[in-house]
């Protein structure tokens, strides 16, 4: 656990007024680009942290999903406008007239990393794993509370049974990675996280799990038995665990690495200016974003007044300026922009003065003449947690801290790692936690929003929510938006958050690699399409 001094908002501002504002563009390398695939090779990804597992919903970090993306299949896969699906392992399906079931139908000749056959009794088996409550699944409630039961047709044939009907009966029947019956169903479900399979994937997805080592790399190879012909492409895919960002881009730059995610934003921006570089710097919209989540069980942030007022005193733009340079962009809803629910919010301006107007509203003034505010002869102080994220989560949290400190709040600024931070927030043992969320992509407020959900950190409750969210499950697009938008009024205006920015999902590819697709999805969506010139 580490302290940091809080220090001047002059001289953090002056800091971040410094960094210019990149254009989200990318600078293409000036060579010619080959365009036939080519077979071998290996493809070098570094990861800023080692994942705790490998098992499907078990898995914790963002990191880890990234590899069991390429370990594993779902039946099918949400479409770049996140409105539709395309096939995957199921080729075909069709819902009921009732619109109470779907049935799916399953490619021919789909064979797990060991060469098993997958049938309909795997997509079973899977259903009943993310339905164990035992099952440690952040994402149930989300995708599978409107389900009741998948039932078995025939070897390739799969029925979904729903308990009412569901605008997106798809995107919650295929959600969540494929398990073989055979390998998972020897595993305890109330020891999922543990034992050796969580750090021994078994999948039907374009690479299989090699191995594991601790503190470096996982290391993936072709699965020879992947149902796509003549997919993947390269040999190998190696997951580097690269702790430190400058490290990181130093290898990076000296071709040690092909694919690097979360980028310093000063160096990626100067980067993009560069030409004829044996890398190309790409961004687009993402679907990650940070945000101070006020615990609502604490009595300091009870108070709708207190959590607008350290709002109001953040300087947003300075901080998307100077830190993100360009690459983010600022927003207020539970729902994220390229959601098509997404309603925009009028965002909260920064506004010191009056901040330091709705505290005193709320009773905090400076009685003493200390420089801190007070309330009953209790100064206005508490722990910031700041979980996780990476450079740049480090980075912001340090103006923010300044920021509050020129209104007269004390707030002391104590760093985690990913898991310890989590599970603070899980437990409630935190005032007010900087994190990220890498957002849902549908029109759901189950899992982060309604009351005594899991990932209901803050613990924000309010019926209304509720009601709304559950009506807007049940009805299409049209008739469901004006639920949507109601809610994201009632959130926003509630404070719960602090909004800081919606990033874009920046990342370097080098000169050598191709075929990477890079959309809201994800920066790692397509590793069965990706090739690389020359062996490494």
């Known amino acids: 656990m580490e302290r940091v001094p809080v220090r001047s908002a002059r001289h953090f501002i002056r800091c971040l007024t410094l960094g210019l504002c990149a254009a989200v563009v990318w600078m293409p390398v000036a060579t010619a680009t080959p365009t036939t ?6 493809i070098v990804i570094a990861f800023a942290t080692e994942p705790k597992n490998l098992m499907p919903y078990g898995a914790t970090s ?4 990234e590899v069991l993306g390429t370990v594993f299949n779902m039946l099918a896969q949400t479409d770049s406008d996140f409105a539709g699906c395309s096939p995957s392992v199921a080729e075909s399906w069709e819902p009921s007239a009732d619109g109470l079931e779907l049935v799916m139908h399953l490619r021919a000749g789909v064979l797990w990393s060991d060469g098993v056959p997958l049938t309909a009794e795997d997509v079973r088996f899977t259903y009943e794993v993310q339905t164990d409550s035992t099952v440690n699944w952040s ?4 995708f599978k509370s409107m389900l009741s039961g998948c039932d078995v047709l025939d070897p390739r044939t799969v029925r979904f049974r729903f308990k009412e009907r569901d605008p997106a009966a798809l995107h919650h029947a295929k959600e969540g990675y494929l398990l073989p019956k055979h390998i998972y169903g020897a595993v305890p479900r109330h020891e999922w996280e543990k034992g050796d399979r969580a750090r021994h994937p078994v999948g039907c997805g374009p690479y299989r799990f090699e191995r594991w080592e601790a503190g470096q790399r996982i290391v993936l190879v072709r699965n020879e038995h992947y149902w796509e012909p003549g997919k993947p492409y390269a040999d190998r895919l ?5 702790p430190e960002a400058a490290t990181r881009l130093a290898q990076f730059r000296a071709g040690q690495v092909d694919y690097i995610n979360d980028l310093p934003r000063r160096e990626a921006a100067a980067m993009q200016e560069q030409k004829r570089t044996p890398f190309t710097i790409r961004s687009v919209r993402g679907r990650a974003y940070e945000y101070i989540g006020y615990n609502q069980r604490d009595s300091l942030f009870a108070d709708r007044r207190v959590r607008e007022a350290l709002t109001r ?7 998307i300026r100077g830190l993100c340079y360009g690459f983010a962009e600022p927003f207020e809803s539970p729902i994220v922009p390229i959601v098509w629910a997404y309603d925009p919010q009028p965002l909260t301006p920064y ?3 009056g901040a330091k107007r709705l505290l005193a509203a709320a009773g905090w003034r400076d009685t003493d003449g200390d420089g801190w505010l007070d309330r009953r002869g209790k100064r206005f102080e508490f722990e910031f947690l700041v979980g996780g994220g990476g450079d740049l989560r480090k980075a912001v949290a340090v103006p923010i801290q300044a920021n509050w400190k020129a209104i007269g709040v004390l707030a002391n600024l104590t760093f985690r790692d ?14 007010a936690a900087l994190g990220g969320w890498n957002a849902n992509t549908s029109a759901n407020l189950t899992a982060v929003w309604c009351c005594n959900q899991r990932l209901n950190y803050i613990g924000f409750c309010n019926a209304r929510i509720d009601s709304l969210n559950a009506a807007g499950l049940r009805l299409g697009p049209a008739e469901a938006r004006p639920l949507w938008q109601e809610a994201q009024r009632i959130i926003a205006a509630e404070y719960p958050y602090t909004w800081l920015f919606y990033e874009h ?13 890079l959309d809201a999805r994800g920066w790692i969506q397509n590793p069965e399409d990706w090739w690389v010139d020359g062996v490494r």
Do not use: N
């Not at 190696?238 to 690269?242: A, D, E, G, I, M």
């Open 37 to 42: 695939p080519r077979r071998g090779g290996t």
């Open 62 to 65: 963002t990191d880890a999903g």
């Open 139 to 142: 994402a149930r409630a989300s």
């Open 238 to 242: 190696v997951f580097q665990f690269v």
């Open 313 to 319: 005193a953040i300087d947003r733009p300075s901080i």
């Open 351 to 353: 506004d010191p003065e």
């Open 418 to 431: 990913s898991e310890p931070a989590r599970a603070a927030r899980s437990a409630g043992k935190y005032a």
């Open 505 to 517: 999902t920046v990342v370097g590819q080098s000169a050598r690699l191709h075929g990477v697709r």
